[in-house]
């Protein structure tokens, strides 16, 4: 059955003429979706916030924000909120078919900044749920939901957190922030930074102009970043980390490894092998720290390579080149510096 609630049809909700409230605590409306059987969130706004959480049955619900010149100014009534969205704006609302669907476009393409009016939503929805969300000029927000998501912002950061399932979410110019996401992440900025924790899967992220740093994270793992630092710790899987102009350093990895930068150093410490151990930087110097009593097939170049503690090992070792196996030979390991040096210790 097709239902809708709102068709922008303010007029149903009593509004305290001149009142004044806080339009950033106070929603300027609300809507129970209690009743509602909600399984996809599709939410569109041109320059607010967006957020979708989980909750409860009886507390299922749609608040809409509105604020004044980005919230710089909160001193308008509800009325008055009320009349310019009316003039300035289309603001439109439904349910149907299990769908909730909220979309705030302005009616104009030339419409005065003094005019203009940030408008989010909070949903507040089962857990079980998927999401098509957009925002033009605000952050992104999702909190402990489960299914497909898919996200995007022009100008907003995006924030994640314990969310499983098939994520997507894409920013042109804000950070992310990642905590406890599970099974197929994508998520990208081409501005921003990317902290990452404690997630686990397919797991693919990338900046553009930002720094990556890693904690926590196991799965199959792209990170990459074509102008900032890379930092990550008690990483396992299967790994695969470059930037093009940063330095980059991995402490407590259990993981395969395949990392690169042209232009910082490299640092790397390896608690134990994945299948693979492969690094290479064209400008800088490379320090890597390996498990002793761990069997290696070693294939090192650079300027000048520096050993500690190499022991039982057979092949050629020269001051820019070492090859051979050591503890009998194993998991590969090929590390190359094109004009910087080679620190290889192992512990």
Sequence with gaps: MK??????????????????????????????????SVKHVMLETTGGN??????????????????????KNSSLSKE????????????????????????????????????ALNISFKAFVPSYVSTDLSTSGGNINLKDISGTQNFSTSGGNLNVDNVSGKIRGRTSGGNLKLHNLKDEID???????????????????STSGGSLNLSGLNGHISAT??????????????????????????????CSLETSTSGGNIDVAIREFGQYIR??????????????????????????????????????????????????????VTVSSGSGNIYLSLK
């Design 3 to 36: 239902k809708y609630f709102f068709l922008f049809l303010l007029t149903s909700y009593a509004l305290v003429t001149n009142a004044q409230f806080d339009t950033d605590k106070e929603p300027f409306m609300t809507k129970s979706l209690s009743s509602e």
């Design 50 to 71: 967006i957020s979708v959480v989980s909750a409860g049955a009886a507390d299922a619900r749609l608040e809409v924000y509105v604020q004044q010149n980005n919230g």
């Design 80 to 115: 008055e909120i009320k009349k310019r969205l009316e003039e300035e704006y289309d603001l439109n609302i439904s349910v149907n078919d299990n769908k909730v669907t909220a979309t705030a476009k302005p009616k104009h393409k030339n419409m005065a900044w003094k005019k």
């Design 187 to 205: 998520l990208s900025t081409s501005g921003g930074n990317i902290d990452a924790e404690n997630c686990t899967g397919n797991i693919k992220l």
């Design 225 to 254: 970043t074509s102008g900032g630092n890379v930092r990550g710790n008690d990483i396992g899987g299967e790994l695969f980390s470059n930037t093009s102009g940063g330095s980059i350093v991995f402490k407590d990895l259990y």
């Design 279 to 332: 690094i290479s930087n064209s400008g800088g110097n490379i320090d890597l720290v390996i498990p002793k009593n761990k069997g290696a097939d070693l294939k090192l170049s650079a300027q000048k390579i520096k050993t500690s503690g190499l022991e039982n090992f057979s092949g050629s070792k020269e001051d820019d080149e070492i090859k051979g196996k050591l503890n009998g030979g194993g998991i590969p």
